[in-house]
């Protein structure tokens, strides 16, 4: 059964960091592509980042690039989002997301069949 769970969300002031984490079980998280995606209230899940399996590749959404970094650990079956110079933009419910197949292309929630429950960011300026 495969399983994602997601950790690290909290609530934090401007400018300050998080790490979240994307911990997997019951696949083969080298042959994965694994996305970070964000929700705010009333709004659509949106692509916030991917990385193939075995780090090969990753990508950032222009909105937080330079801010985000995604990174995994294969050996933890892991993948993480490290969140700096937070703002109140980026508050959301953050989701980890896997795809069956290394493929950069994958930006929308509609490839991906594979979800955690989600973990909450909230930015108070």
């Known amino acids: 059964q495969i399983q994602l769970v997601e950790s690290g969300g909290g609530l934090v002031q401007v400018g300050e960091s998080l790490r979240l984490s994307c911990a997997t079980s019951?696949?083969?998280?080298?042959?994965?592509?694994m996305a970070w995606f964000r929700q705010a209230p009333g709004q659509d899940r949106t692509f916030v980042a991917l990385i193939t399996g075995r780090s090969n590749f990753s990508a950032i959404t222009d909105s937080v690039k330079g801010r985000f970094t995604i990174s995994s650990d294969n050996a933890r079956h892991t993948a993480y989002l490290q969140m700096n110079y937070l703002n109140p933009d980026d508050t959301a419910v953050y989701y980890c997301a896997a795809h069956p197949r290394l493929d950069s292309t994958r930006r929308s929630s509609q490839d991906y069949a594979r979800w955690g429950h989600g973990t909450q960011v909230t930015v108070s300026s």
């Open positions: 019951g696949l083969v998280f080298g042959f994965y592509t």
